[in-house]
């Protein structure tokens, strides 16, 4: 669980992201879950949209893919959500929170 003041400088970094995954309206695939993965593996933070053609809204999903990835949310607004989890990978520049 991360805190109000972690999940702030969070923020801070994920505003000037691009959105690192898109959903498209197949919706949550095991392709797309797979990509939020990687994205996680190999950066710690993702950001990650959705066209308006999919039917299930970006608060439904990103709770979907913290339960199955286990990490965090860090926001979630419009058809966007940054989700974040610490990775093990050595040789990166882990986000110091």
Known sequence: M???KQRSKLKAI???LR???TIGKEELTESVIREIEVA???HEIAKVASLKSCTVSAKSMC????EVLQCEPVL???NRFVV???SDKEGIEHIEI
């Open 84 to 86: 974040y989890k610490r």
């Open 2 to 4: 991360i805190t109000t």
């Open 63 to 66: 709770a979907e893919v913290c």
């Open 14 to 16: 994920a505003n000037t």
């Open 40 to 42: 996680l593996y190999h």
């Open 19 to 21: 959105p690192a995954v």
């Open 76 to 78: 979630c607004v419009g």
